[in-house]
């Protein structure tokens, strides 16, 4: 086994980090590999925001949902799928092709790009020996997050993503097991077949927590995933995606 695969392989969130900042250089080395993702037809739809600003990374947390990490770190990236570049770049050219942002499949594109290279800057991060973070709850309130990062439209904040120094290194998390996650030639259609698996999935996951919280905690995966999604949230969605210009076809 490789250096590069025992990296991903030791992959775990970091939520507690040490006050100490990320140097110009690997910021820039973080978001060079980032660019050096897998893009699709070369169209780039991507914009990664470096937060600095105290004052900015303190509200942000907030906005996250009171998340203390967002604002104490190394390091805040926000990654946003981005088109608004494309509409100047059509300016340039003297082409309409508001049609072709505007549809589904160029938002389903900026949302990819921008997640494999965000996935590309995770990775050369931890190649540091740093710790990071995916922060989802910055879409809690995405009208606030535009105001905050001076967004245009045609761009929608994703995700944040902290790196930094850590204090505490987490366990890593048990993953749903391979068979449930790849198929052979087709889409595995037995229900009785998943419901097996995950019935022993859900074992491995209580035995974690329960050993993590000193017997404390001992849910399962599916009582988790059935208290995460019966909970409506971020709504609002559908209508400010449309109302930056995007997924509007």
């Not at 509409?87 to 340039?92: K, R, T, V």
Request: aromatic share 8%.
């Amino acid at each position: 086994m490789n250096e590069i695969i025992e990296k991903i392989l030791d992959h775990r969130s970091i939520r507690s980090f040490e006050d100490k900042l990320l140097s110009k250089e690997q910021i820039e080395t973080i978001v060079a590999c980032a660019q050096s993702a897998a893009t699709s037809s070369y169209i780039q739809a991507y914009t990664i925001i470096g937060v600095t600003d105290q004052e900015k990374k303190a509200k942000l947390a907030e906005l996250a949902g009171n998340q203390s990490y967002v604002e104490n770190n190394g390091h805040l990236f926000v990654f946003c799928a981005d088109l608004h570049r494309h509409e100047i770049a059509a300016q340039m050219e003297n082409q309409d092709i508001t049609e072709s942002i505007e549809s589904t499949e160029k938002f389903m594109v900026a949302c990819i790009d921008a997640a494999l290279a965000a996935q590309n800057a995770a990775l050369a991060a931890e190649s540091m020996d740093l710790g990071i973070c995916y922060i989802g709850g910055i879409r809690n309130n995405l009208a606030a997050v535009n105001e905050l990062l001076n967004i245009p439209t045609k761009v929608i904040p994703l995700f944040g993503l902290v790196v930094g120094y850590p204090k505490n290194r987490s366990e890593k998390k048990p993953r749903l097991p391979f068979v449930n996650v790849y198929h052979e030639n087709e889409y595995l259609r037995d229900e009785e077949v998943f419901k097996s698996q995950l019935g022993e999935y859900n074992e491995t996951i209580s035995a974690y927590y329960e050993h993590r919280t000193n017997g404390k905690r001992n849910d399962t995966w599916t009582s988790q995933m059935m208290d995460m999604l019966g909970k409506k949230s971020r709504l609002y969605m559908k209508d400010f995606v449309e109302g930056q210009g995007l997924k509007r076809k």
